[in-house]
């Protein structure tokens, strides 16, 4: 079978995109099993002797293990807090009219446009009052802020796509309006949700801002871990490396998981 020119160059771009996308991860999965001199050598060394000793290492430190800990503990909080708030709200937007409806959907959007960097300085001193500084408690709700709006503005979306003569049906047959939302709407707006919960889950475990300004070493996340390695002296950039492939490979596996929900929940509204 021939190929045309358009769909060879469509094909080339794709894999120049996918190519762009995937090298810097695997260049850092790949710094991870170097040594400091192959790291550093010019130019790059691409056939090497791996080593598990970066590993070893982080591993070594309880600090960097207490760190993944923390942030699984505020990410599947933040995701699951998130979830649970945000699809009943989602679902009062995509299927009620009420007085201030357009300002509240405004508001939710509008958490988005504001820079994390301007409330950092009032967050901290709210929580230095609150003595909520250095606790999981304190980031789970600065987190829970911003994705909180990620999750209402998916599944409003994705809520709306559902034809209403299924809930009018169920309606007739005597279901009451939270069995409409558990058995209806849970589970064909599930693409949209998983897409939501993926999004919440990454924002929460890459956020390095908050949890650099409300933490110390007691609730210490990974991102902020990985940046205790650098000093004024040295880069390890063998255990950099090595820190930062833990740090994703949660997000990969959860983001597998999911990934049937997660490519219908992208493509939702592309197709009528």
């Known amino acids: 079978m021939r190929l045309s020119s358009g769909t060879f160059l469509h094909a080339l771009g794709l894999t120049a995109v996918v190519v762009f996308s995937l090298f810097p991860f695997f260049w850092m999965v790949s710094a991870s099993f170097k040594s400091q001199t192959d790291i550093l050598a010019s130019p790059p060394v691409w056939f090497f002797m791996p080593t598990l000793d970066n590993y070893r290492a982080i591993f070594a430190e309880s600090q960097v293990v207490g760190a993944v800990v923390n942030s699984l503990i505020v990410a599947t909080a933040t995701t699951l807090l998130s979830v649970l708030l945000g699809t009943p709200a989602a679902y009062a937007l995509a299927r009620f009219e009420f007085r201030g409806k357009s300002d509240l959907w405004f508001w ?7 820079s994390p960097i301007v409330l950092a300085l009032p967050i901290y001193l709210l929580a230095l009052q609150l003595r909520l500084l250095d606790t999981h408690l304190v980031l789970i709700l600065v987190y829970l802020t911003f994705n909180l709006p990620i999750v209402v503005w998916i599944c409003t979306d ?64 990974a991102p902020v ?15 950099i490396m090595a820190t930062g492939t833990i740090i994703v490979l949660p997000v990969t596996i959860f983001a597998l998981i999911v990934s049937r929900h997660m490519v219908r929940g992208l493509t939702m509204g592309a197709t009528k």
């Open 158 to 221: 994705q809520f709306k796509s559902i034809p209403p003569d299924i809930e009018q049906a169920a309606r007739l047959d005597g279901a009451d309006q939270f069995t409409i939302f558990r058995k209806i709407y849970l589970p064909l707006g599930a693409p949209g949700i998983a897409v939501s919960a993926i999004f919440s889950f990454i924002f929460s475990w890459n956020e390095l801002l908050y949890a650099l300004v409300l933490t110390r070493r007691a609730v210490q996340t």
């Open 225 to 239: 871990a990985a940046t205790n390695f650098m000093s004024g002296y040295e880069l390890p950039w063998g255990k």
């Open 108 to 114: 939710f959007i509008s958490n988005r446009m504001l």
